[in-house]
Structure formats: structure tokens, C-alpha cells
């Protein structure tokens, strides 16, 4: 599902990312742990295709994301990659449905067919009478459910977490972290979660530890 190879990455003279070799099988949970400057999310963001490494590989179902120009990796990414942040990053113009909506959107996919995934998965995360209010009109979870709907909008096989829940009250940190299992149980999605969360991080599969650029 997600092979690296000696990926390494610097900024200036700071070496982040110092050879990372990684395997993540498909509908695989995995958590990544370690101290803040460790490259937790340095690391995400080069799986995410969000930014490259300055070395190696990064292959996603057989394709290799780092030999893709800018318009193959946003096509790439929109299809295949969902992403969850720590503060939602809606946007706060648009209501929840039209928030979800963005990703299929952006796709240019059908209007019919995209408000009806839609509306069927801000039911299934159970926001149905939430569907025209704004993010400003949200709770935090709530802002959270309808990240992950759109997350989950393009029926992408990888879903990148980062810092879930670290914005959310336990109560609202817990149902997330089930939900997780949840959606990979039902649609055997890959999740790979950056989080200093100790409960979700010990639930995953596998919890893999940076220290200085390096999983250990």
C-alpha cells in the first residue's frame, strides 16, 4: 500500500527526516509517535504528497508519487488521499455539506452525484440536521466529523491524520478515535495518524517512534 525508502529531508541545515524505510500494508492502522521537531509531520506531509523529499521514494498503491510533476500529484492526491488536521481547516464561508463537497469539487465530478455522497456521509456521521450550518455554528467535534467526511469525500485509500484530536475534549477525542476503526472496519481504508494521543496511539496496529529523523 505505502512503501518509503531512504527518504530524507532538510530545511536550510536542519536535517528532519534522516533515511526513513517504512511498509504500511492496505486497511493497516498505524500511528507515529515521538517528541515535537521529531519529523512526525515532516514525514506525513512527503506520504501526503503535500511536500517531496530531497532523497528516496515514496510509493503508493505501485506508483511512485515522488517522480510526479505538480498537476500529476494534485490530480494523485485528490483521488487517493484523504487528509484529517488537528484544526479542520474548513472553510469558514461554506456550510458543512458545501465543505464536503470541495474535494469532488475540485474533481469536477457530477453536482448530483457529489451532493448525494454528500448528504450520505454527513448521515452516516450522524450531522444530517448540520448539513447548512457553517463551521462557526459548530462544535469542535462536529467540525471534526465533517473533516473527515470530506476526508473521505473521493473514496481515497489512505486517510493522513494529524493531531486528530488534539484539539477535541476526551469525550470528543474518544469517539474519533472509534470512528477510525470504525470506517477501516467498514471500508478498509488505510489510516496513518501522527498524535501525542496515548490511547489512540496504543489502539493502532502498529505504533512506529521518530527520534531525530529516524524510526526507531
Given at each position: ?25 492496505k ?155 470504525k ?6 481504508q ?27
Amino acid at each position: 500500500m505505502i512503501t518509503t525508502q531512504q527518504i530524507t529531508k532538510s530545511y536550510n541545515n536542519l536535517q528532519v527526516l534522516k533515511g526513513i524505510n517504512l511498509t504500511i500494508d492496505k486497511g493497516e492502522i498505524v500511528s507515529i509517535v515521538g517528541a515535537s521537531g521529531a519529523g512526525k509531520t515532516t514525514l506525513l506531509q512527503i506520504l501526503g504528497t503535500l511536500d517531496k523529499p530531497d532523497a528516496g521514494s515514496v510509493l503508493i498503491d505501485g506508483k511512485d508519487t515522488t517522480k510526479m510533476n505538480a498537476k500529476q500529484l494534485a490530480d494523485f492526491r485528490n483521488s487517493n488521499i484523504g487528509f484529517v488536521f488537528q484544526f479542520h481547516q474548513l472553510l469558514p464561508e461554506f456550510t458543512a455539506l458545501e465543505n464536503v463537497c470541495m474535494p469532488a469539487w475540485i474533481a469536477k465530478k457530477s453536482k448530483t452525484e457529489t451532493d448525494k455522497r454528500a448528504k450520505e456521509l454527513l448521515e452516516y456521521l450522524k450531522l444530517t440536521n448540520r448539513i447548512h450550518h457553517k463551521p462557526s455554528e459548530l462544535s469542535g467535534g462536529e467540525q471534526q466529523r465533517v473533516a473527515v467526511a470530506r476526508a473521505l469525500m473521493n473514496k481515497p485509500s489512505v486517510i493522513l491524520a494529524d493531531e486528530p484530536s488534539g484539539n477535541l475534549d476526551s469525550h470528543h477525542a474518544l469517539e474519533l478515535h472509534d470512528l477510525f476503526f470504525k470506517l477501516r472496519a467498514e471500508f478498509n481504508q488505510t489510516f496513518v495518524i501522527v498524535t501525542h494521543n496515548e490511547e489512540l496511539a496504543n489502539r493502532a496496529d502498529r505504533k512506529l517512534m521518530i527520534i531525530d529523523g529516524v524510526i526507531v
